[in-house]
Every structure is written in structure tokens, then in C-alpha cells.
């Protein structure tokens, strides 16, 4: 995450640079789920796919292991998920929030996020999480459930020169 306006190295080339918002746990009424289920190196393959058709950020195959992740099924199909990123001492990320487009509307998202929040706190750690500007919806729903915006940032990515370009 950067903070502030991000110049690339000289050589390198920028990627992508979006803006986006910080949110912090403020009194979010964080509980267990009991349809939510932990997800697990099987999951991975539905997981990714779950990301592919939502687009709810950075996740890769490997991401589940920096945390827990949970995740709701409807006739044995994964179609929501929220987990653990990023790991500051005393905090942790919520992030890759998603629920599949046929299955919006429902509260799954929300309640995966008050579940994954839920097992923050009994860590002793605060929740946070971050969103893109853009997402207005996302930002006032998290606000609503008691996140607060605590700074504005950039989320930026830059290709070092001589690295290999992807795809």
C-alpha cells in the first residue's frame, strides 16, 4: 500500500496506480457464521474462479495461505468468499470479498465479512480493509457495518527493467 503520490524508479514502468480508500474497524458488530465454512488448499481451484468472475482484487492461487478464508456454498458451489491478507502487528486485512453475481442481494458478503472480522478480534488484532475509490457501493456498505475511512492511498504496480512481462 503507498500513501502517498508513487514515481516509479528510473527504468522502471508503472502498471497501474488507482486510487483507493482505508477502513478500520469502528464498532462493526463482528460474529461467527455458522453456514460459513473454512476454506482449504482444495478450495483453490473454486476460489480463483469465484475471483475471475467477481474481480474483487489482487488474489492469487497462493493468497489463501496468508490467512483465513471463508467462504458460503449453495448447492455445493462456492459463490461467496472473504479472508485474511495482510498482517500489520496488531491488525489484519479483510480482503477478497466476493459473492457471485447470481447470488447478490443476499447478505453473503456482508455476513462473510462480519464473520472474518469476528475472528480478528478474538485474536485481540483490529480489522481493517481497503477498497477502490470507484467502489462506491462496497465503501458505503463497509461504513454502514461500522468501518471508517481512515486515510485515502494509491495502489500502484511497477515492472523493474529486465523482469518478465506476464501474458
Not at 502517498?4 to 514502468?13: D, F, M, N, R, V
Not at 492461487?61 to 448447492?75: H, Q
Not at 480478528?120 to 480493509?129: H, K, Q, S
Not at 481497503?130 to 462496497?138: E, K, L, M, P, R
Amino acid at each position: 500500500m503507498l500513501t502517498l503520490p508513487a514515481t516509479a524508479p528510473a527504468g522502471w514502468t508503472e502498471l497501474f496506480a488507482i486510487p483507493g480508500v482505508q477502513l478500520v474497524d469502528d464498532g462493526i458488530a463482528a460474529t461467527p457464521d455458522g453456514e460459513a465454512v473454512v476454506l482449504g488448499v482444495a478450495d483453490v481451484p473454486e476460489m480463483t474462479a469465484l475471483v475471475e468472475r467477481t474481480k474483487p482484487g489482487p488474489f492469487l492461487p497462493r493468497t489463501r495461505e496468508m490467512g483465513t478464508y471463508l467462504g458460503i456454498r449453495r448447492g455445493g458451489e462456492l459463490v461467496a468468499m472473504a479472508g485474511e491478507r495482510l498482517h500489520p502487528p496488531g491488525w489484519t486485512e479483510i480482503s477478497a470479498v466476493c459473492t457471485d453475481p447470481g447470488h447478490r442481494g443476499q447478505g453473503l458478503g456482508t455476513r462473510l465479512v462480519l464473520a472474518v472480522a469476528h475472528g480478528i478480534r478474538e485474536r485481540g488484532e483490529t480489522p481493517f480493509l481497503h477498497a477502490s475509490a470507484s467502489n462506491t457501493g462496497a465503501i458505503a456498505l463497509y461504513e454502514h457495518l461500522g468501518f471508517r475511512l481512515r486515510r485515502t492511498t494509491t495502489f500502484a504496480g511497477f515492472r523493474a527493467p529486465g523482469s518478465a512481462q506476464e501474458g
